[in-house]
């Protein structure tokens, strides 16, 4: 029994600690997503920078979001799977069309339904539905606020090259009638 005890103990501690490090990974990467923005905006870095700095925000972020999913199943008592949460991801079921907003407020209600349910000594079943419930309104307010960053980028990358293209000649113009010197030649 002192040893089972102690094994809970360990699975918390260390459901605990991989979320507290991936909460401290996703603030560094979106950090330096967001001076890599910032950067591009100022004609500085490249789309391929981009997509780097993006592409690891996108990572740290669903492992903040895995490990919160298998920290809360821990928590409630249960031995989640090694791919917990790892669907993040994934295609959802149809809520694409969720603004951030939406998709942030449905989290917050299912977490507050998730939190009564659970304080409630509820039985096991009915705390694993609103766990699964408030889990995948998670990862669907990830997958729309990742898609939100992408569709920005895509903004960024077609303004950057419409102002690379302002001031060139047209195709099969000579240029400005002075030359270059900025002199009549004729």
């Known amino acids: 029994m002192r040893d089972e005890r102690r094994h809970e103990w360990g699975r918390r501690e260390e459901a605990r600690l991989a ?12 950090d330096r997503y967001g001076r890599t923005q910032q950067a591009f905006d100022g004609g500085n870095g490249s789309p391929a920078e ?4 993006r592409q690891a925000w996108i990572w740290a972020l669903t492992e903040w979001v895995r ?10 008592g249960g031995h989640p799977a090694a791919d917990a949460g790892a669907d993040v991801l994934s295609r959802g079921d149809g809520h694409s069309a969720l603004t951030l907003h939406e998709a942030h407020r449905r989290v917050e209600a299912l977490s507050k339904e998730y939190d009564r349910i659970r304080r ?7 705390v694993d539905s609103a ?10 307010w ?3 606020l990742i898609s939100q960053e992408e ?20 195709a099969g113009e000579d ?11 004729g």
């Open 19 to 30: 979320f507290r490090e991936a909460g401290s990974e996703v603030r560094w990467a979106k």
């Open 50 to 53: 981009l997509a780097r700095a």
């Open 67 to 76: 490990t919160l999913i298998v920290r809360e199943e821990v928590l409630d």
């Open 120 to 126: 409630s000594r509820s039985l096991p079943a009915q």
């Open 131 to 140: 766990r699964r419930a408030w889990s995948e309104a998670l990862k669907r």
């Open 142 to 144: 990830a997958r729309v």
């Open 151 to 170: 569709s920005r980028d895509r903004a960024r990358i077609a303004v950057r090259e419409n102002r690379d293209l302002i001031g060139r000649p047209v």
């Open 175 to 185: 240029g400005p009638p002075y030359g270059r010197t900025g002199r009549r030649t």
